[in-house]
């Protein structure tokens, strides 16, 4: 709201001017204004972080080689710059992780939205919302000293570490924000629409999977790409339970190296600052925040396509 007082206009008549506004209204926006810039000035921050180093690596290293090639031994002598294999076996545990909440977190965000009593959505919602809150380092060694073994008790003869055991517990983290975000998305479909669809005849099945989740698809896109960027980024979990060995195969059953877990292993270790084999964390850095990146630009394109405006 603006202060005004009376001033002079032409001719001798009074009239009302806006003064400036109050200072609290300027705190305000100035503060909103810092936050935006921050917000900035680190994704900047980051971005040149690991663009200076990766620009070096680079120099030495040829990205023909980097992103041609199938074999990843920067520690080793010979060294190999192949990132293929730690490509390959972050999109397996990624593959594995969406089979589990895709579906999963869709399936239960309609039993919510559609189905369930209130006392029922109430209940079940923070119970979700708590499993999304689990430590990641316990559910990683969750799929380490339980999953693993059980699979191994039924027969199935898959490694220690095993991409499988790690996808499938991203996807149990994961489960919560797919209901949670899409059931936030059908939850704001009209009701009108649902009464219509009633009107001429539909069931409930055919309301919700024809009607209320189309209406719904611009927040449901969005909680799906939040929830593969997620698993590409899972670091603690693959780390625990997917294992060290960079190999190119989607067997589930095998063990993988991811590059979350490449960076946060190397990281750790004691490879001397400024040499190749600690700017290729940086590299593998980089490949990763643009693979990140890529996910959202689509994410932005396809919730604006199919983005619906209710009155």
Known sequence: ????????????????????????????????????????????????????????????????????????????????????????????????????????????????????????????????EVLAGIPTVVLGYFALTVLTPTLRTLGWEVEIFNAFSAGVIIGVLLLPTVASLSEDAMTAVPRSLREGSFGLGANRFQVSTRVVVPAAISGIIASFVLAVSRAIGETTIVLLAAGQLARTSFWPGDSVMTMTAFIAGTGSGDVPTGSIEYKTIFAVGLTLFVITLILNIISIRLVRRFREVYE
């Open 1 to 128: 709201m603006q202060a005004t007082h009376p001033s002079s206009a032409p001719g001798g008549r009074p009239r009302l001017a806006a003064t400036s506004r109050r200072l609290g209204e300027r705190a305000i926006i100035g503060t909103l204004a810092l936050a935006a810039g921050i917000s900035v000035l680190v994704t900047v921050g980051i971005v040149i972080a690991l663009l200076v180093p990766s620009i070096e690596f680079f120099a030495e290293i040829s990205p023909a080689e980097f992103f041609g090639t199938a074999t990843w031994a920067p520690l080793f002598e010979p060294p190999a710059f192949g990132v293929i294999p730690l490509i390959v076996g972050t999109l397996s545990t990624t593959l594995w992780a969406c089979l589990i909440c895709l579906p999963l977190g869709l399936g239960t965000a309609i039993y919510l939205s559609e189905y369930a009593r209130p006392r029922v959505r109430q209940t079940v919602k923070p119970i979700l």
